[in-house]
């Protein structure tokens, strides 16, 4: 790769899961990278953070190619049968991953843990340097660089590197100083996640329960623990929010139904706002973005981080490209948006047709919506196909997406 006048090949701002898991495939080709992160991150990971994240089987490729994956294997629980049901009508379909040949549809890691572990990791970069708490205030593209300036504790300072790439979440900083456009669709609900038990529970498996106020979707932690997730209207969701944890609890069991028996022991809720936001183009040079500074989708599908990998894993196999061919790693930002733009297409109309589906009530829709899912649930072909475009199955070439540590050129 060329060595440029700059002073790193890669500057990641952000190390939320993406920008991190970056950094670590970064680290893997030899490149020399800064990584920005406002947050300190030697301060106690992501306090609060309640929420289990459903990993499909590309994900788990994708950090175990970074070797990241053995530190998780402990605590995920596997996801072997996804239950669906539409509250009050027909419609239910039943996915195992049988159905594909495989032991895990997914996985579900708690992700406070998956970002400990990345953490841990980042503190041993041999290439790269962390740089945190900082926070990016401004940039400069030239033709040979791009600038970067970052407010750290002890003042302001500039960086230089090859490529610029912003993976610093929804609609954020970086995004605006370059000059990045938005197109935001507020979906005006909530999700409300907390940590539940229930009476009886049936192992790895996951349930999405659409009702008339919202999906439920309950990911399995392991024994009767499993994550909550309740989407509601957001006046609705405020006043979930403001009633006691046994209230909640038994507000949650008669929406969700008998199938698991009682819900209870809810954990402390943390709640979300639903939007599907998705960058522009980017019109300054050596500059991209990547994980949900990109496309942030609604969660009724567990799709945003597992899609905000497969960035990491296509930029990665670029960026070894460019380092075995000694090119400028700059100018891989002309293409990637391009060569990203199906996957993340797809992902948003995919999770944005599910929440217009499944929240109407409209008599017709939900006829159609439930004869989808039976059709789903009868037709094993029709089943593979969605169930291997929903883990990612197929869908990312990448090297890291099949499991393959980054190929490094000597
Ligand atoms: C309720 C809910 C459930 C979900 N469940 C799933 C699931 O089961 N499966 C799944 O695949 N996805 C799920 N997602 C989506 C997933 O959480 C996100 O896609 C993922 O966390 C995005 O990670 P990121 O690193 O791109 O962004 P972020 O996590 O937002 O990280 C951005 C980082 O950039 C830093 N930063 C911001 N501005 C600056 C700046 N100026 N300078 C330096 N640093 C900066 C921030 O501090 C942060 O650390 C869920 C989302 C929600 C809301």
């Not at 027909?90 to 953490?119: K, S, Y």
């Not at 979440?169 to 038990?197: E, K, Q």
């Not at 969701?237 to 046994?246: F, G, H, K, N, R």
């Amino acid at each position: 790769m060329t060595r440029s006048a700059a002073e790193y090949d890669c500057v990641i701002v952000g190390a939320g899961l993406v920008g991190a898991t970056l950094a670590l495939g970064c680290d893997a080709l030899g490149l020399r990278t800064a990584l920005i992160e406002s947050r300190d991150l030697t301060a106690p990971a992501t306090a609060g953070e309640t929420r289990g994240l459903a990993l499909a089987v590309t994900s788990q490729r994708i950090l175990q190619g970074l070797a990241v994956w053995p530190d998780l294997a402990a605590v995920v629980t596997p996801i072997r049968r996804i239950h669906v049901s539409d509250r009050g009508h027909f419609g239910f379909c039943r996915f195992a991953a049988a159905d594909l040949g495989l032991d895990a549809l997914g996985h579900v890691c708690p992700a406070a843990t998956l970002a400990e572990v990345l953490r841990c990791r980042l503190r041993t970069l041999t290439h790269g340097t962390l740089r945190s708490p900082a926070t990016l205030t401004g940039v400069a593209s030239a033709t040979d660089r791009i600038t970067v300036t970052i407010a750290t504790a002890t003042g302001s300072t500039e960086l230089t590197g090859s490529l610029l790439i912003a993976a610093d979440g929804v609609a954020a900083p970086t995004a605006a100083l370059l000059g990045i456009t938005h197109r935001i669709h507020d979906y005006g609900r909530d999700a409300i996640v907390a940590n539940v038990t229930v009476e009886r529970p049936q192992p790895d498996t996951a349930f999405e329960r659409f009702t008339a106020t919202g999906a439920i979707a309950l990911l399995p932690l392991g024994g009767a623990r499993y994550v909550s997730i309740r989407t509601l209207p957001r006046a609705l969701a405020d006043a979930a929010l403001a009633v006691s944890a046994i209230d909640y609890a038994s507000d949650l069991s008669q929406a969700f139904g008998t199938r698991l028996g009682r819900i209870g022991d809810v954990g402390a809720r943390q709640s979300f706002a639903l939007k599907l936001v998705r960058a522009g183009a980017c019109p300054i040079p050596r500059a991209l973005v990547i994980g949900n500074a990109a496309t942030a989708v609604n969660p009724n599908a567990a799709q945003g981080l597992n899609l905000g990998l497969r960035d990491v894993a296509v930029l990665i196999d670029d960026l070894a490209d460019a380092r075995g061919a000694g090119t400028d790693p700059g100018a891989l930002a002309a293409t990637f948006a391009r060569r990203r733009e199906r996957d993340r297409a797809r992902v948003a109309a995919f999770t944005d047709t599910l929440a217009q589906l499944f929240t109407s009530e409209a008599p017709p829709l939900v006829a159609a919506r439930d004869l989808a899912m039976l059709t789903l649930d009868l037709l094993p072909p029709l089943k593979r196909a969605f169930l291997r475009r929903a883990t990612g199955i197929g869908v990312c070439p990448a090297r890291l997406a099949r499991g393959l540590a980054p190929r490094v050129t000597p």
